[in-house]
Every structure is written in C-alpha cells, then in structure tokens.
C-alpha cells in the first residue's frame, strides 16, 4: 500500500502546505492543535476538498484538482474513526457494526464479524444502543464499525483525545492488537507522544500547517526539535531497545539500548523483546558526579550536547547517552549551579517507576 | 329517535371530514420533507420567498387564502383551468378542493416542524455514514430519515389537526355543500344557525373532541415508540 498526499489550502490566516507519501503499518500525523492535522485527514478522507492537490492510493487517483478529479468519500473505501465515536443513535450496537458491511462490495467484504467483535472486547454490548455506552465502549465499538466496513485505509481522527487517562489505558491495548493482527495500512492522527510512541512505525511531524519532519517512529520522536510538534509537558525522548532479563522476583525488566542499561517496572516483559519507552524530560534529573545511596534505579552516563532555554525559566538539555539522546528539563537555577555546558559529562537520573514500557 | 343517533347527513359530515383531513396530510407529506430539508439544508437564490410563500397560509386570514385558491384553482382561473381541460381533474366545489385548501393551511406547519428537526441532525453522523460507504440517497434512507421521523410525525399530527379544524378557507374556496364539502366544522356552524339543530351541533361536538383526543394520544404514542429506539446522549 502507498498513499501519496499532497494539499495547498487557504483557511482564513491558516496555510495548509503538505505532502507525504505513508506506506503500510501505522503512520502517525503528529502535531500540536491547529497544526492542521485534521484537515489533512479531512482530504484523505473525502470530507474537505483542498484548493489545489493530488492523492493516489496504490495507483488510483482519487483527487487531482488540475485535472478535475475526485473520488466522492462514499467511494474511497476509506473508514475513519472519528474522536467522537459517531455511532448511530437509532441503531443497536450489532447494527452500527454491521452498518459498513452492507455497503461493501461482495468481492471485497470479509466476514470476520466474530473476529473483530473478540479483538475489541465488544461481544457483551451487541444489542445494547450507544446512548447506553460508556465512552471507551463507543470507541472501541467505532473502531469495529470501520473495521467491518473492510476498509482500504483506516484513518483515525484523534481517536483517544475525548477519553480520560483510565479510558485511554483501557482501549490503546485494543488498538495494539488490530495493529498486529489486521492487515489494514492506518493513518493515526494524535497530538500525544506516548500514543504515537506505542503505535506508529513512521511519524509525519506537522506544524503550522507544514511537514516539520518525517520519518521513522523511534528517530522522529527521539528528536529534540519534536518538540515544535509535541506540548511542553510531554516533551521528551523516546528509546527503543530489546528486553535482556526479566526480574520475576523483583518484577523488574532491563532494556538494553546501545551500551546502556534501563530498568523498567511493573509490566511482565518475555526478554528479547523489542519495546519503546517514552522518557519524559520532566522526570530527568542531572548531576555531575555519579549519585550514591540514591533510589532510582536508572543511572545513565552521557554528554551535554545541546542546551536550549526558554521564557519560562527552564532549560532542555540534551544528553547523548552512547547513541541515544535522553532530554531533560531542569531549572535555569540548576543549569548554572550545575555549570553545564556542551561536552561536559553527566549522569542522567531516571526513576525507574516513572517509566512505561510499550 | 335516541339522543345519541347520528342522522345520515351527520354521518357523511363525519366520515368525509376524515377522508379530506387524511389525504390532505398524505398529500402534502412528500412535499413537506422536499421543503423542509430544502429550508433547512439548502442555499439558494430566493430562499426567503420560498420560505414567505410557505408560511403564508399561517399569516393570511384563511377567507383570504381560500379566495386565492379559487381564483387560481377556480374553473376558470389558470391552473384550474388547466387541470380541467387536460387531466379531468375538478377541484372547485369538490371534497378533493376541500383536501387541497386543507393541505394549504396545514402544510407551513408540517413544513416547520419537519425543518426544525433536520437542523437538530447531527451533519457529522452522515459524514460517518459516507465513509463508511453509504452513497448520499443511503445516508438519507438510514440516517437522515431515522433521526427525522419524530418531527415528521409532530407535522403529520399538526397538519391532521389543522385539516380537521379547518373552516374558512375550506367554505370560502369549495363552499359549503352536504354530502361533498360540508366538513365537521361547517356541518356545527350550518346547524348552530337552523332553529332546533342544537342536538346536531352539539353530538358533532362531541364527535370532534373524540376524534381530536385519539389523534393526539395516537401522536404520543407514536412519539413514545420512536422515542423508544432513539435514545439520544
């Protein structure tokens, strides 16, 4: 699968100016809010029609304005999951699934009712109204409509942002396992790096209505510049490694990446696994001599290799820990007390119950 | 004689009353969806006089509206004319003129009601439905017209009640003849004026009532089902 986008469009004082191309498995549209990541998936999916642009899915034009084209959204086969779940009010649970489907032509539909119904939980609430819905139920139920409608792309609009934090633990292992275990390429749009870091293989940056960066998930987010696209308090680094031992006793695993060692706690982990863990730069503390008698587990030497500070009176500094860039914010108080500077050598501070494998 | 005993005549006033109230709310129920959504959803030139002419009927005193019904619809008058001469169809001085003037005056209020609930519709769900693959005509079959029906059936209801009350500009266009156009309404009024008709007018009366607290409570229940499958957040 290969979708290839690109859209100029005026909205107001609002510039829109991007193109991608996004190949199978997960593509994040990654930004803050207003950053225009929801008039892109507005285009792709047929919802919006931009002043000037071109999207070929797998060779199929559906939108060339300089040659009169467009697909009606109908016609794209493209489901969006939008963050508002959408459900029909009139229909019972089973018929907002199965609404899709009677759409689908025959040579395309496929019958794994059963099979979505079990991946997303939802089996319980078949003949129950949304209305009766909590929320994480109407989105999971969302998902499985998209789904059933044997979609070529699914795209997602900011499908977790209305949940609260419980609700978004409950459904992010659901949207996992459709990941692994449906075949069905997924535009994911997200303000939020920790979705980002758990779901998406390739990141697409947007901010101000351009494409900041692009690129694969673990190199996009471990950036420090993300953070044009990523909120203050989200800022941070995200490192990819393969689980080396697991501490049943201790339920602690160790995550090696490069040279480096990082404990993380509280999940079951089989070792050799390869998972990503999000470090946020307001849970990093620094010091300048190795700490003893100290807590925290994860105690990792580095370099300063970047300071940047800002109005508020914090400093992000960045760390090159053999290979992987750890961020950390600390006080401008601190950064002079400290005295850092570029090349001097520091050990990064991480507890190790602050950290969430994925 | 019993007290309660409908004479002939009273009976005919009875049933064609409801003949001329159902078709004239079936009548104009097609029509009343096309405008409803038309001034609800549409943007065009001349909206606002669509919009007037609709309403018209409400504002106009009903003598006045039954005048111009018979001048336009009237034998000679243009379309009257016209329908006589080339489809057979006589709408002066006939029970179908009476279902029309009743049509006209409900119709702004089947309209209205009809318009406000297709502004409640959520627009987002039929763009769900779209991508999901439902071509426009289905968005409306399983969507749109789902979440409409409440106020189509308040419109139904309105314009049925209206047709049955329905006085002046029924007699002032087809008159008010026994047996062809003389409704409930002015089969009470005609027999209010003969010495002796009190007993008449009055079993009429009750007639009405009867036939008015079974419409409504036929409407609840009906807005009770509807309300039944759609329960909205």
């Not at chain 1, 939008?82 to 089973?94: A, D, W």
């Not at chain 2, 119709?107 to 297709?118: E, G, H, N, Q």
């Not at chain 2, 008159?175 to 010495?195: D, K």
């Amino acid at each position: 699968m290969r979708l290839q986008f690109e859209a100029k469009q005026r909205l107001g004082t609002f510039d829109l100016d991007v193109a991608f191309v996004s190949e199978s498995g997960v593509t994040a549209l990654f930004g803050r809010s207003g950053s225009g990541k929801t008039s892109v998936i507005r285009i792709i999916a047929g919802l919006a029609r931009p002043t000037e642009g071109r999207i070929v899915f797998d060779g199929d034009v559906l939108l060339d304005t300089q040659r009169g084209i467009f697909v009606p959204k109908h016609k794209r086969r493209f489901a969006t999951v939008f963050q508002e779940g959408r459900l029909f009010p009139h229909l019972s649970v089973l018929q907002n699934l199965n609404y899709g489907r009677w759409f689908t032509p025959k040579q395309d539909r496929a019958d794994n009712l059963a099979k979505i119904v079990d991946l997303l939980g939802i089996g319980g609430l078949l003949d129950r109204r949304p209305g009766k819905l909590s929320g994480g139920e109407k989105q999971r139920v969302a998902v499985g409509r998209a789904l059933l409608s044997s979609p070529r792309l699914l795209l997602m609009d900011e499908p977790l942002a209305a949940l609260d934090d419980t609700r978004k633990a409950e459904i992010l292992p659901y949207l996992e396992a459709l990941r692994d275990e449906m075949n069905i390429p997924i535009i994911y749009v997200s303000h939020s790096v920790a979705e980002v870091a758990r779901l998406a293989d390739r990141v697409i940056a947007l901010s101000e209505g351009k494409v900041a960066m692009a690129g694969a998930a673990t190199d996009i987010l471990n950036a420090t510049s993300v953070s044009v696209a990523a909120s203050k308090r989200e800022a941070g680094a995200v490192v990819e490694g393969r689980v080396i031992t697991y501490d049943a006793v201790h339920r602690l695993a160790t995550i090696g990446f490069n040279s480096s060692r990082l404990y993380v706690s509280g999940t079951e982990i089989a070792e050799g696994r390869s998972v990503r863990v999000h470090i946020l730069a307001k849970d990093v503390m620094l010091s300048t001599m190795r700490p003893e008698h100290l807590s925290a587990l994860n105690i990792i030497e580095g370099t300063v290799e970047a300071i940047s500070l800002d109005a508020a009176g914090s400093a992000d500094i960045r760390i090159e820990c053999d290979g992987a860039p750890i961020l950390a914010r600390i006080t401008q108080l601190s950064c002079e007390r400290l005295g850092l500077k570029l090349g001097l050598p520091v050990y990064a501070i991480i507890k190790t119950v602050a950290l969430e494998p994925y | 004689m019993d007290w309660f005993a409908l004479s002939n005549e009273e009976w005919t006033a009875v049933h064609l009353t409801l003949r001329i109230a159902s078709v004239a709310m079936l009548a104009s129920l097609i029509p009343g969806i096309f405008v409803g959504i038309l001034l609800a959803r549409g943007k065009f030139w001349g909206k606002s006089i669509l919009n007037g002419l609709v309403h018209l009927p409400l504002i106009l005193p009903p003598v006045v509206t039954g005048f111009i019904l018979l001048i336009l619809f009237g034998r000679r008058g243009p379309i009257g004319a016209f329908l006589a001469e080339y489809l057979g169809i006589v709408l002066s001085f006939r029970w179908t003129g009476a279902a029309l003037a009743c049509g006209v005056m409900g119709f702004p209020l089947m309209v209205r009601s009809i318009r406000l609930s297709v502004e409640a519709v959520d627009r987002r769900l039929e763009d769900a439905a779209a991508t999901l693959g439902a071509s426009p005509a289905w968005v409306f079959l399983t969507v749109t017209l789902p979440l409409i029906l409440p106020g189509i059936i308040a419109g139904m209801i309105l314009s049925f009640a209206k047709a049955m009350g329905e006085f002046g500009a029924t007699i002032t266009f087809v008159s008010n003849i026994p047996g062809e156009t003389q409704t409930l309404s002015a089969a009470i009024y005609t027999f209010t004026q003969v010495p002796g008709g009190d007993a008449a007018a009055f079993r009429l009366t009750m007639i009405s009532v009867v036939i008015s607290m079974a419409a409504l409570m036929a409407s609840e229940f009906m807005a009770y089902l509807v309300g039944r499958r759609v329960e909205f957040e």
